[in-house]
């Protein structure tokens, strides 16, 4: 069963997919989305599924760092919604305090220029919520 990750922002969408065991993540790539307008590249996200046969998706849902919820989690709530309704696929919301910011940092250390982080962070912070999903499970 192949697990699909997302990260989602307000102009990209990050996204991963685990291997058939469902052990490891492995980053797709990043598709250029328009929050403001609900412009979610369902068709891109629909081929993707049914190229890896995605059997679940998981979302990452960035709690404010007390645990509440703000505007980013709220966006992801309503994604959430849309996918579900979409692809009838179950969505789990899963709480990604600072992997944006962990990506960077593991990105920085790899010595990556800022201009190659900024293309594949998005993608990075998607492989690292669908990790610690899949760590969590085994």
């Known amino acids: 069963m192949r697990i699909l990750g997302l990260d989602l922002g307000s102009k990209t969408l990050g996204v991963a997919v685990s291997d058939e ?42 709690k404010n760092m007390n645990g509440t919820i703000g505007p980013r989690a709220e966006a992801s709530q309503r994604f959430a ?8 696929l179950p969505v789990v919301l899963w709480d990604e305090r600072l992997t944006t910011m962990a990506a960077e940092r593991m990105l920085i250390s ?15 912070a998607a492989v690292m919520i669908l990790q610690g999903y899949l760590d969590s499970l085994n």
């Open 21 to 62: 065991l469902g052990w490891t993540a492995q980053g797709i790539e990043t598709i250029k989305i328009n929050e403001e307008s609900r412009d979610y590249k369902l068709g891109r996200l629909t081929e993707i599924i049914e190229q890896h046969n995605v059997e679940k998706i998981v979302l990452g849902m960035p």
């Open 110 to 124: 790899a010595d990556v220029s800022r201009k190659k982080r900024k293309q594949v962070i998005d993608k990075m």
């Open 81 to 88: 919604d849309i996918l579900t309704k979409k692809f009838g």
